[in-house]
């Protein structure tokens, strides 16, 4: 493919299609590297990426479910379930985070965009290398206690996990994409 084809051929595979194995050590250094070359005004560097892959993940999933719980008691048990085996299923999980800080000529929003930018590059490197891949956010990816529980510092702001693996099931249908003209307009 082409590098344009690529791009419009990516899409979110849904992490119950993902399976091992996962990315080795040069395509991961290669989707990170690609994550730091996004857009970065100030040289802020805003993006923290943390690789939970191996025993972890079951260390992740008991800390998903343990803050469901907390957050709400009443939580069904197959909410709880899908918390503790959805980590398990695939070889690969990245906590993205943002690292804001203060700068007068740098915005919080500024610094927020880059680390998304950063997120799009690492979904379009592992696209771009055979994987799949997408971003799950939800209740878990606002939750002070995961945050801790995964080591964040006190000026990071988690912004959701992105689920990587090789492509082992059918994948639905993506959906269809709307033409770009009803979000383009010309200035004049």
Not at 73 to 90: C, D, F, G, H
Not at 94 to 110: C, F, H, T, W, Y
Not at 128 to 140: D, W
Request: one cysteine or more.
């Amino acid at each position: 493919m082409t590098p344009i084809e690529t791009l419009l051929s990516r899409r979110s595979v849904p992490a119950q299609c993902l399976t091992g194995p996962g990315p080795d050590a040069a395509q991961l250094a290669s989707a990170l590297d690609a994550a730091l070359r996004a857009p970065d005004h100030g040289h802020m560097q805003p993006w923290r990426f943390k690789l939970i892959r191996a025993d972890a993940r079951a260390k992740f999933a008991q800390l998903l479910v343990g803050a469901a719980s907390a957050r709400d008691p009443a939580t069904p048990p197959a909410q709880l379930e899908k918390l503790r085996s959805r980590p398990l299923q695939v070889p690969l999980i990245i906590a993205v985070s943002a690292r804001l800080r203060d700068n007068p000529k740098v915005p919080g929003i500024e610094q927020l965009l880059s680390a998304g930018a950063g997120v799009m590059n690492l979904l379009n490197a592992f696209h771009a290398q055979g994987f799949g891949a997408i971003v799950l956010t939800g209740p878990s990816a606002y939750d002070a206690a995961v945050a801790a529980g995964l080591g964040l510092a006190g000026d990071e702001q988690l912004l959701g996990f992105v689920y990587v693996g090789n492509i082992g099931a059918v994948v639905p249908a993506a959906p269809a994409r709307p033409a770009h003209a009803a979000f383009v307009s010309e200035f004049q």
